[in-house]
C-alpha cells in the first residue's frame, strides 16, 4: 500500500509541470461529458414527460373505452354503462388555446374516478370518494371547491409561469371562455389544466360529449366482459350514442409519443456522441503525449523498484481520480447546456410530435451516475492504450523523444491500415445494411475512417512540398511541420471531424430551408383557411362566402384520426381543385392518380409512409375504419416536410362516408388577393372567429418556418460546441508542444534566423495544417450531408431532401478554422517570440 | 562549484563520522534472504554473486556474446570498479544485475536470494529493497522536491528512516536545497540527490553506471569521495562502471570487462 500511495503521489505531481496537459485532458473529457450528459438530460426529461402523460389519469394501467377514431361521443354511454352494472369513469379531453399558448384541457369526474387514475395529486382532494388527506401544497383545496362553480383547475406549477399567472387567477381563453381558479399541483403534465368535467366540457365546446371512459381495474362481479357488454349493448342501451360504435382499448406499457420520439432522440443521442468522441480524441491525445513524456520519469520508477502492475495500478488510479473531477466539471456544465437548450426542445417537440416536455430540467441520480460513468469508461477507453504501453514499458527503452517519433510514424501506418478496415466497413454498411443506426454507424466509420487517414494525407503532401522546395528555410519548414505532425494530429483530427459535421449538418439545414420554403409556397396556395367550429356554423358561413364575389373557390376539408401499423395516423378529405392538382407536389403518382383518388377508388400518401413504411405506388393497403376496413389503393406519394406522422389525402366524400365522426366543418378558401383581409374581417366579425379558427396563408407560413427554425436549433448549438472542442483541442495540443519545440528551433536560432521569424515561421506552418485540415473537410463535409439526408434523415423523419451545396459556408469555415489554429497558436508563437536567449543557450547546454 | 566541492569534502568527513554507527539494516536484509546461497567461506552471506552469467544478443551480423560466463563476487564493503571499452557490456552486467533485463544463462544472487526464477513483481521488490542505483544522468522525478526524491526508494520499500534522510541530506551538503526541484539544481547537486537516494533505503547493494560521466573532474572527485565513504562505513557493497581509469584507481578492487569475460 505505501509502495502504491507514493507512485500514485508521484504521478499526480507530475502534472504540476505539465500544466497545458492537464488542461487538455480536463477540458477534452469535461466537454465531451458536458455535451453527451447534456443531451442525455434533455432526453431524460422528454422521456419522463412522456411517461407522466401516458400515466397521466392511470393510461399506464386502465383500460379504456373510445370510439375506434377516438372522437368524442355522448355521456349518456356513461350512464348507460353505469346503469349495467360497470365502473366507468368519463373523461373529457382537448385543447384550447390562453394567448398563443396551446393548452389541454382534461375534465374528470371525481366521485367516479377510479383509484388508479387519481394519483397523489387528484386522491389528495377526494378521488375516488376518499377524504382529503393533509398532503402537500393540496391541503387547501376541499372537494366542494373541485366540484362547485367556479371549481379548480390544476396546473404544473411551470404551466403558471408560462401562462404569467398567479395561483388563483382566472384566464380567459381565445373563444372568450372564462376559466376557474388556478392551483398548481405537483406530477401534473405540462401545458394541462386538469378540471372537472362540467367546465372542460364547456371550454372545449363539447357539452354533453367525453372523449373517453376510463374501467376501473376492479369490476363488480357476475358481470359479463365489458368488451362483451359494448357489443351486446350497442343496440339496446348505447344505441345512437357514438354512430362509430364504443371499443375497449387495452392499456400499454409502451406509449405512443415515446415511439414517435424515438428517432428525434436518437439524432440527438447521435450528435451528443459525435461531441463526446471529439472530446475523447483530445483526452487520448493528452494522455498519450503525457505518456510519452512520462517515460523516462517511468523508467526511473521502475528502476527504483516500482514494479509494472504497481505502476499501472497507480496511472489507472490516477486517471480515474482525475477522469471523476473533470466528469462532475462536465456534468455541472452539461445540466447547464441542457437547461438552456430544453426550452427549445420542448418547442420542437410540441411542433413536430404534439408532445409536451416540461420546460425545467430536474435533477435526476441516474443522469449523475450515468454522466460520471461515461467520463470514467470514456476516459479509460481514450488511455487504454497508453495504460498497456505502461503495463508493457520495457524499462531500458531509451526515453528519447526521437524514438516517439519514429514510433509514431508506425502508428500513421497502422492507421491508415485502420483507416482501410472503417472505410470497408462504411461501404458494407452502404451496401447491405438498413435502418436509423446502420446510418449513424456509416457517418461513425466514414467520419473515423477520414480522421485515421489525415495524418497520412498530410505527412505525405508534406514529404512532397519539402522535396520540391528549394532553399533551406522553406526544406526545413516541411520537414520541422513532419516531425510536429504526431504531435498535433490528434487537434488536426478533432478539427477535421467538427468541419465535416459541420459542413454536413450545415448543408443538411441550409438545403431543407431553401427545399421547405419553396414547398411552403407550393403547399400553402390558398389565400384563407377557416374552421366553422360547428356543423351548424358551417353551413351558415358556406351561404355568407358564396355571396362573396371575391372569393372565387369554396374547398370543403374534413379530418379524421385513425391508427395505422398500431401508431396514430391522419386523415384528410379534400375537394377536387386545380389549388390541389397544380400545387401539390407529389413525389411519385400512378397515371391519372388525381382523378382516381377523387373519385374514391384511391388514396394519396405522405413521404413517411413513403419512406418509413415503404409504402409503394400502386400497392393497396387496408385502413380500419369505423364502417369496417378499407381496402384502398395508393395512388401517390405527396411530400409533407415538418409531419412525422402517417397522413393520408382522400376525397373529402369519401373519408365523410367511411368515417361519419370525422370532422367536417373546415375550409380552404380561394379569394381574390386585394380582398383577403376583408372576407377575413367579415368572417371574423360574423362569427366571432378566433386566430386559431381563421390563418391566412401569411400567418401559417410564418408559423411553419418558426416550427422548422425551432427544429434545428439544437442539432446547431451542438454543431457549434463541437467547433468549440475542436479549437481546444488544437490549442491544447499547441501548448503541449510549447516546451518541446525550444530544442528543434533553437539550432536555427544559432544559426542566424531571428526569434521573432521563427515564431511567424511556427505560426505560418500550423495555419498552414489547419487550413489543409479544413479543405480536406469540405469532401468528407459532403459526404455527412449526404449520410444525413440520404440515409438519417429518412430513417428519422421520414423526408428526403434534396442535397444543396453552399461554398461560400464552406469558404466561412475554412476562415473560421484558421482563425481558431491562429488564436490557438498565438500563446506558443508569443512565448517562441519572446524566449530569451538564456532559455535557448541551455538547450545547448543540455540544462533544461 | 568550487564551494559546492569544498561543502562537500568538509561533509564527506562528517559522514565518516556518523557513518562510524550506522543503523544495523544489512544485517537486517540479509535476515530476510531464505536461500544457503551466496553464503562465503567463513559463513557470512556475499552481497552480490554472479556466476557464470551469459547474456546474447542476436544482430544483424549474427549472435553477439556480451556476456561469456562472467562471474564475480562482493562481499559487504567491497567497492569495485567495472571498467572496459565502449559497448564491452559493462551496462548491461548492471542492468542484469539490477533484474531489469533478464540473462540466457547463470546465477545472479543478491544478499543471498537468486534472481532466478523471481516475476516482475519479485524483482521490483528486490530492487527496491536490497539495490540502490546511480544513473548517469541521475534521473531524479523532476515533479517532487529533492526530499522526497531521496526518500522515495526508501519511503516504497516501506523503510523510510527520517534520522537516517536527514543525516543523508546533511552530510551530503543538501539540507538548504531540499525544498527546491531537481531542474533549479546544479549537475553536480543533482547527482548528489541521487546518491542520497541510493542509500536512503539502506540497501545491501550499490549500482553506479557511470555517475560521474557527466560531472566536471572536480565535482566527480567529490561526489565519489562522498559514496565511496558512505559505503566503505556502511558495509554495502558497491559496484561501479566507470571509463575513467583515475576513477576506477581509487576504489579497492577493478574488473575489466573485454570479450564479454571478465578479468
Known amino acids: ?848 | 562549484m568550487t564551494n559546492e566541492t569544498q561543502n562537500a569534502t568538509q561533509s564527506a568527513g562528517d559522514i565518516l563520522t556518523t557513518i562510524k554507527s550506522p543503523p544495523d539494516w544489512t544485517s537486517a536484509s540479509r535476515d530476510r534472504a531464505t536461500e544457503s546461497v551466496g553464503v562465503s567461506g567463513s559463513g557470512t552471506k556475499e552481497a552480490l554473486v554472479v556466476r557464470d552469467l551469459c547474456k546474447r544478443y542476436e544482430t544483424d551480423g549474427g549472435a553477439l556474446n556480451v556476456l561469456d560466463r562472467a562471474s564475480l563476487t562482493l562481499a559487504p564493503g567491497d567497492a569495485v570498479a567495472l571498467t572496459g571499452e565502449s559497448g564491452s557490456g559493462k551496462s548491461t552486467l548492471l542492468h542484469l544485475i539490477a533484474g531489469l533485463d533478464a540473462h540466457d544463462a547463470g546465477d545472479i544472487i543478491i544478499a543471498g536470494r537468486a534472481l532466478e526464477g523471481l516475476n516482475d513483481e519479485e524483482r521490483a521488490r528486490m530492487r527496491r529493497e536490497e539495490i540502490g542505483v546511480v544513473f548517469q544522468q541521475f534521473n531524479l522525478i523532476p515533479s517532487l522536491p529533492v526530499f522526497d526524491n531521496i526518500a522515495f526508494q526508501a519511503r516504497i520499500a516501506d523503510r523510510f528512516d527520517a534520522a537516517w534522510t536527514n543525516t543523508l541530506v546533511d552530510r551530503l551538503g543538501l539540507g538548504a536545497l531540499t525544498r527546491r526541484y531537481p531542474e533549479q539544481l546544479s549537475g553536480g547537486q543533482q547527482q548528489r540527490v541521487a546518491v542520497a537516494r541510493a542509500l536512503a533505503g539502506k540497501p545491501t547493494l550499490i549500482l553506479a553506471d557511470e555517475p560521474t560521466g557527466n560531472l566536471d573532474e572536480e565535482t566527480s572527485d567529490s561526489v565519489l569521495a562522498l559514496t565511496l565513504d558512505l559505503v566503505a562505513d556502511s558495509g554495502a557493497a558497491l559496484l561501479m562502471v566507470t571509463h575513467s581509469e583515475r576513477l576506477a584507481g581509487r576504489l579497492r578492487r577493478r574488473l575489466h570487462l573485454s570479450g564479454g569475460k571478465l578479468q
Not at chain 1, 25 to 53: D, I, K, M
Not at chain 1, 281 to 301: D, K, N, S, Y
Request: charge should be neutral; hydrophobic fraction near 50%; aromatic fraction near 8%.
Open chain 1, 1 to 848: 500500500m505505501t509502495a502504491f500511495w507514493w507512485t500514485l503521489r508521484t504521478l499526480l505531481s507530475d502534472w504540476r509541470r505539465r500544466p497545458a496537459q492537464a488542461l487538455m485532458f480536463l477540458a477534452g473529457l469535461a466537454s465531451a461529458t458536458a455535451l453527451f450528459s447534456g443531451v442525455q438530460a434533455l432526453n431524460f426529461q422528454a422521456r419522463q414527460s412522456y411517461a407522466e402523460a401516458a400515466s397521466q389519469l392511470g393510461g399506464a394501467q386502465l383500460a379504456s373505452v373510445r370510439t375506434p377514431s377516438e372522437t368524442p361521443f355522448d355521456q349518456r354511454a356513461f350512464i348507460a354503462l353505469r346503469k349495467a352494472g360497470y365502473k366507468v369513469s368519463p373523461v373529457v379531453e382537448g385543447d384550447i388555446l390562453i394567448g398563443r399558448q396551446p393548452i389541454t384541457v382534461i375534465g374528470i369526474d371525481l366521485a367516479t374516478l377510479p383509484a388508479a387514475a387519481a394519483g397523489d395529486s387528484l386522491q389528495a382532494i377526494g378521488g375516488n370518494g376518499r377524504q382529503l388527506s393533509a398532503n402537500t401544497d393540496l391541503e387547501t383545496i376541499q372537494p366542494a371547491d373541485f366540484l362547485l362553480p367556479p371549481g379548480v383547475g390544476l396546473v404544473a406549477p411551470e404551466t403558471l409561469t408560462k401562462l404569467s399567472a398567479n395561483e388563483g387567477d382566472r384566464l380567459r381563453s381565445s373563444t372568450d371562455q372564462l376559466l376557474p381558479p388556478l392551483q398548481t399541483s405537483a406530477g401534473i403534465t405540462p401545458d394541462t389544466i386538469i378540471t372537472d368535467i362540467a367546465p372542460a366540457q364547456m371550454l372545449l365546446s363539447l357539452g354533453g360529449k367525453i372523449s373517453r371512459l376510463l374501467v376501473d381495474e376492479t369490476q363488480a362481479t357476475g358481470l359479463p366482459p365489458l368488451a362483451k357488454a359494448l357489443g351486446d349493448l350497442e343496440t339496446t342501451a348505447l344505441k345512437g350514442l357514438a354512430p362509430a360504435g364504443l371499443a375497449l382499448n387495452k392499456p400499454t406499457n409502451t406509449n405512443d409519443m415515446s415511439r414517435l420520439t424515438d428517432s428525434f432522440h436518437l439524432n440527438l443521442t447521435a450528435f451528443g456522441f459525435l461531441s463526446f468522441f471529439v472530446g475523447l480524441l483530445i483526452v487520448h491525445g493528452a494522455v498519450g503525449l503525457v505518456f510519452e513524456q512520462r517515460r523516462t520519469l517511468m523508467r526511473t520508477m521502475r528502476a527504483c523498484g516500482v514494479s509494472s502492475k504497481s505502476l499501472t495500478i497507480a496511472a489507472a488510479t490516477e486517471l480515474l481520480l482525475l477522469a471523476t473531477a473533470a466528469g462532475a466539471v462536465g456534468l455541472a456544465i452539461g445540466y447547464t447546456v441542457a437547461g438552456a437548450l430544453l426550452p427549445d426542445v420542448a418547442v420542437s417537440l410540441r411542433s413536430l410530435y404534439g408532445a409536451k416536455v416540461a420546460g425545467a430540467l430536474a435533477f435526476r441520480p441516474t443522469w449523475l451516475a450515468l454522466g460520471l460513468f461515461i467520463a470514467v469508461a470514456g476516459a479509460a477507453a481514450a488511455a487504454a492504450g497508453s495504460l498497456y504501453k505502461t503495463w508493457k514499458l520495457p524499462v531500458l527503452a531509451p526515453g528519447k523523444p526521437t524514438a516517439w517519433r519514429a514510433a509514431e510514424q508506425q502508428t500513421i501506418k497502422r492507421n491508415a491500415l485502420f483507416a482501410g478496415f472503417f472505410f470497408a466497413t462504411a461501404l458494407g454498411l452502404l451496401l447491405a445494411a438498413g435502418g436509423l443506426f446502420a446510418g449513424f454507424a456509416l457517418m461513425g466509420a466514414s467520419l473515423l475512417a477520414a480522421a485515421l487517414i489525415l495524418p497520412a494525407i498530410l505527412s505525405v503532401l508534406l514529404r512532397l512540398a519539402e522535396a520540391n522546395a528549394s532553399g533551406p528555410i522553406v526544406r526545413w519548414f516541411f520537414a520541422d511541420g513532419r516531425q510536429q505532425l504526431p504531435s498535433i494530429s490528434l487537434a488536426l483530427q478533432a478539427l477535421l471531424i467538427a468541419l465535416a459535421v459541420n459542413i454536413g449538418v450545415g448543408s443538411m439545414v441550409g438545403g431543407f430551408r431553401a427545399t421547405f420554403l419553396g414547398w411552403l409556397d407550393q403547399r400553402l396556395a390558398a389565400e384563407l383557411y377557416v374552421n366553422a367550429g360547428a356543423p351548424g356554423r358551417a353551413i351558415e358561413m358556406r351561404a355568407l362566402l358564396e355571396a362573396q364575389d371575391a372569393v372565387t373557390a369554396i374547398l370543403p376539408l374534413a379530418f379524421a384520426s385513425t391508427r395505422f401499423n398500431d401508431l396514430p395516423a391522419e386523415l384528410y378529405g379534400f375537394t377536387d381543385h386545380e389549388t390541389y392538382r397544380d400545387s401539390w407536389p407529389l413525389l411519385a403518382q400512378n397515371p391519372g392518380a388525381w382523378d382516381r383518388v377523387t373519385s374514391g377508388e384511391a388514396i394519396f400518401i405522405n413521404e413517411q409512409l413513403f419512406r418509413g413504411d415503404d409504402i409503394k405506388v400502386g400497392e393497396r393497403i387496408t385502413l380500419e375504419a369505423p364502417t369496417g376496413p378499407w381496402a384502398v389503393e395508393v395512388a401517390g406519394v405527396y411530400s409533407d416536410y415538418g409531419n412525422t406522422r402517417a397522413q393520408f389525402m382522400v376525397a373529402v366524400d369519401t373519408l365523410k362516408g367511411r368515417w361519419p365522426d370525422a370532422q367536417g366543418d373546415l375550409f380552404i378558401l380561394r379569394v381574390e388577393k386585394e380582398s383577403v383581409d376583408r372576407v377575413a374581417q367579415l368572417l371574423t366579425e360574423r362569427f366571432q372567429l378566433t386566430d386559431s379558427d381563421l390563418i391566412n396563408q401569411t400567418d401559417l407560413k410564418a408559423l411553419s418556418e418558426t416550427i422548422f427554425e425551432k427544429t434545428f436549433t439544437v442539432t446547431a448549438a451542438l454543431n457549434v460546441l463541437t467547433l468549440v472542442v475542436a479549437g481546444v483541442a488544437l490549442l491544447t495540443g499547441l501548448l503541449s508542444l510549447a516546451t518541446a519545440r525550444l530544442p528543434q528551433v533553437a539550432p536555427l536560432w544559432a544559426c542566424g534566423l531571428t526569434r521573432r521569424r521563427l515564431a511567424l515561421l511556427d505560426l505560418l506552418k500550423t495555419l498552414s495544417l489547419a487550413a489543409v485540415t479544413s479543405i480536406l473537410a469540405i469532401p468528407l463535409g459532403v459526404a455527412v450531408a449526404w449520410m444525413l439526408t440520404a440515409i438519417i434523415n429518412v430513417e428519422a423523419f421520414g423526408w428526403r431532401l434534396p442535397l444543396h451545396h453552399f461554398p461560400d459556408q464552406w469558404a466561412g469555415l475554412i476562415i473560421l478554422a484558421v482563425a481558431i489554429a491562429a488564436l490557438s497558436s498565438a500563446p506558443v508563437t508569443a512565448a517562441l517570440w519572446r524566449a530569451s536567449p538564456t532559455r535557448l543557450i541551455k538547450v545547448f547546454a543540455d540544462e533544461r
